[in-house]
């Protein structure tokens, strides 16, 4: 979650803070921007933090939870929020080869071997948050129980990615 918001951010920040200045440089022209440069840079400086704050504030509180939990080392199911939940029976009889197809289907795969679980997600993008869940393999009885949970909260459009990543999880289960 860092990744994507340090990089974000900066890019946001000098993009809004140069829009800034291109805008004073032609607004009062280059004698008088010359002049005043360090006023307009430090108001520039301003208002790209206020800026960045006022927009990736709230996208931070909606995936804080969420992405934080992904990519946090706890393994335990998550209690909260809007979630899809099954249970799978699978031909697969090793974790290790659960483990080898979800590392080559997914772009993120955290794995714990005690637990027998692994948390995985395809990253994020600007048209395209996603989804992300944990998989805990029960090797007695091959079943398979999934928890995905979607990276944009409570919306009609978050219920259908889980069900269309819940689709694709199964595909990977049974190979």
Same mark, same amino acid.
């Given at each position: $979650?860092?990744?994507?918001?340090?990089?974000?951010?900066?890019?946001?920040?000098?993009?809004?803070?140069?829009?800034?200045?291109?805008?004073?440089?032609?607004?009062? &022209?280059?004698?008088?921007?010359?002049?005043?440069?360090?006023?307009?840079?430090?108001?520039?400086?301003?208002?790209?933090?206020?800026?960045?704050?006022?927009?990736? &504030?709230?996208?931070?509180?909606?995936?804080?939870?969420?992405?934080?939990?992904?990519?946090?080392?706890?393994?335990?199911?998550?209690?909260?929020?809007?979630?899809?939940?099954?249970?799978?029976?699978?031909?697969?009889?090793?974790?290790?080869?659960?483990?080898?197809?979800?590392?080559?289907?997914?772009?993120?795969?955290?794995?714990?071997?005690?637990?027998?679980?692994?948390?995985?997600?395809?990253?994020?993008?600007?048209?395209?948050?996603?989804? &992300?869940?944990?998989?805990?393999?029960?090797?007695?009885?091959?079943?398979?129980?999934?928890?995905?949970?979607?990276?944009?909260?409570?919306? $009609?459009?978050?219920?259908?990615?889980?069900?269309?990543? $819940?689709?694709?999880?199964?595909?990977?289960?049974?190979?």
């Amino acid at each position: $979650m860092k990744r994507f918001f340090s990089y974000y951010a900066v890019v946001a920040f000098l993009i809004y803070v140069l829009a800034i200045l291109v805008v004073k440089l032609i607004i009062k &022209g280059y004698q008088e921007f010359s002049i005043s440069f360090s006023g307009i840079l430090i108001e520039s400086a301003i208002a790209g933090f206020v800026f960045v704050f006022l927009f990736f &504030g709230p996208i931070w509180l909606n995936l804080s939870k969420t992405l934080g939990y992904i990519e946090s080392d706890s393994f335990e199911e998550p209690a909260y929020g809007h979630r899809l939940s099954e249970q799978v029976e699978t031909p697969i009889r090793e974790f290790s080869e659960l483990k080898e197809r979800f590392t080559s289907s997914y772009s993120y795969v955290k794995v714990s071997e005690d637990r027998a679980a692994i948390k995985f997600h395809n990253g994020l993008t600007w048209k395209n948050w996603g989804a &992300g869940g944990i998989i805990f393999f029960n090797a007695e009885n091959r079943n398979v129980r999934i928890v995905l949970i979607p990276f944009i909260g409570y919306t $009609m459009h978050a219920t259908k990615q889980l069900e269309k990543e $819940m689709k694709r999880v199964k595909e990977v289960l049974m190979g």
